[in-house]
């Protein structure tokens, strides 16, 4: 399974838009991008998947360039209750996806 | 998510002692997992289940076992506990037909091995 690179942690403000770049520079051909946020004490919750260009949903977008050694997850105008861990993940869907979370970017947003 | 329960929420028990973790779903999918989470750290995949026969090793499977006795139920056992498995340990499941194949977590046992 490819290794993510994501921040430590960041800090934003309500209202701003939040951007949390992860480096995956051994992704394979068939592995797909996977977010999830964790607030404390809860178990992760499913973001955003996508495997090439641009996904979006209610809750985030996900970009991916052409080389998919990165991602960047946007969070647009982010809350306070957007205070959490986020984890990004690289692997197969075929076979089962045998997730491999690392440490995650904690997010803080501050009022 | 209410779909996926784990019981016990809390556990205090002491070395040596064996503990089993359950964990039960409604959503009807056919794969299950077990992570533990140590505090500041990411996940680790214990074991995983695609279906009622198959059990599958992950990351950091020494010192647990596993059960899948019905679709909807699987247990985790520590036939030892020692204090290095103070966690918190997560079941998931996921849906092998669905297109992004996104795992469910359940809420979550907080475990305490003295």
């Known amino acids: 399974l490819a290794k993510t690179t994501q921040p430590i942690s960041m800090d934003s403000y309500e209202g701003q838009e939040v951007n949390i770049t992860c480096s995956h520079n051994?992704?394979?051909?068939?592995?797909?991008i996977t977010w999830y946020q964790q607030f404390p004490s809860q178990g992760p919750r499913f973001i955003i998947q996508g495997y090439k260009t641009k996904v979006t949903n209610e809750v985030a977008s996900l970009f991916i360039p052409a080389d998919r050694k990165s991602s960047t997850l946007s969070l647009p105008r982010v809350s306070l209750s957007d205070t959490a861990v986020y984890y990004c993940?690289?692997?197969?869907?075929?076979?089962?996806?045998?997730?491999?979370f690392g440490a995650g970017t904690r997010l803080f947003v501050k009022a | 998510d209410a779909d996926v329960t784990q019981t016990p929420r809390n556990r205090i028990t002491k070395t040596g002692k064996r503990i089993m973790l359950e964990c039960s779903q409604t959503k009807g999918h056919d794969r299950m997992y077990w992570y533990r989470q140590d505090p500041g750290l990411g996940l680790r995949l214990i074991y995983y289940?695609?279906?009622?026969?198959?059990?599958n090793k992950g990351e950091i499977s020494d010192g647990y076992s596993v059960s899948r006795q019905a679709q909807a139920k699987f247990s985790l056992s520590l036939e030892s506990a020692i204090p290095n498995q103070t966690a918190l340990y997560f079941c998931a499941t996921s849906d092998q037909d669905s297109s992004y194949n996104e795992q469910f977590f359940g809420p979550g046992t907080r475990l305490t091995v003295l």
């Open positions: 993940l690289v692997g197969a869907q075929t076979g089962g996806f045998k997730t491999i």
């Open positions: 051994n992704i394979a051909t068939n592995d797909y």
């Open positions: 289940s695609f279906d009622v026969k198959d059990i």
